[in-house]
Antibody
Framework: QLQLQESGPGLVKPSETLSLICTVS??????????WGWIRQPPGKGLEWIGTIYYSGSTYYNPSLKSRVTISVDTSKNQFSLNLRSVTAADTAVYYC?????????????WGQGTLVSVSS | SYELTQPPSVSVSPGQTASITCSGD??????ACWYQQKPGQSPVLVIFQDNKRPSGIPERFSGSNSGITATLTISGTQAMDEADYYC??????????FGTGTKVTVL
């Protein structure tokens, strides 16, 4: 059974960089036909797509976050990571990593449990 | 930017049918999917590629997508179906967009 697990600091100071890692187990990130994505959800609000990466390193980013986001992959560790620069309180959210179908649909079929990241001094 | 609009809330009696809409420009030309999210839990995929159910999702969940509207239908709604539901679309031009979310209450 595929599992994803987010890890990283739960508290980040304003203007600093939020960094999270997603570790994939029970399957290989290099399996064809799948992307790997980051999604976030501010407390009490809806889901927001952050970005997606293919194991080859190709990336797609939400235009509203593109200037501050970098997603990278380390296939040797079966991990992918998220860096979000210059954070503010508005970036406080539960951050999820998920597997995304690369064929028709782009749906997220396996999700991590999510990790709450608060931005505060 | 591309937007998907859902009604904020839908109420349904147990055993009845709940319909949740998701509207966006030419949504019928894209592939839509739906997620169920219960409090404190990660979203769960309930419909993908407009009308397909993942393994383990009950048959009472069904989907359609045409024109500007995708619809998630829950037939014979049960108390356990009370949750937030989100639509999502993806294509090469709009990339990935989530809907605004709908809270389904089973009264």
């Amino acid at each position: 059974q595929l599992q994803l697990q987010e890890s990283g600091p739960g508290l980040v100071k304003p203007s600093e960089t939020l960094s999270l890692i997603c570790t994939v187990s029970g399957g290989s990130m290099t399996s064809s036909g799948y992307y790997w994505g980051w999604i976030r959800q501010p407390p009490g609000k809806g889901l927001e797509w952050i970005g997606t990466i293919y194991y080859s390193g190709s990336t797609y980013y939400n235009p509203s976050l593109k200037s501050r986001v970098t997603i990278s992959v380390d296939t040797s560790k079966n991990q992918f990571s998220l860096n979000l620069r210059s954070v503010t309180a508005a970036d406080t959210a539960v951050y999820y990593c998920a597997r995304q179908g690369a064929t028709s649909g782009g749906y997220f079929d396996y999700w991590g449990q999510g990790t709450l990241v608060s931005v505060s001094s | 930017s591309y937007e998907l609009t859902q009604p904020p809330s839908v109420s349904v009696s147990p055993g009845q049918t709940a319909s949740i809409t998701c509207s966006g420009d030419k949504l019928g030309d894209k592939s839509a999917c739906w997620y169920q999210q219960k409090p404190g839990q990660s979203p769960v995929l309930v419909i993908f590629q407009d009308n397909k159910r993942p393994s383990g999702i009950p048959e009472r969940f069904s989907g359609s997508n045409s024109g500007i509207t995708a619809t998630l239908t829950i037939s014979g709604t049960q108390a356990m179906d009370e949750a937030d539901y989100y639509c999502q679309a993806w294509d090469s031009s709009t990339l990935c967009v989530f809907g605004t979310g709908t809270k389904v209450t089973v009264l």
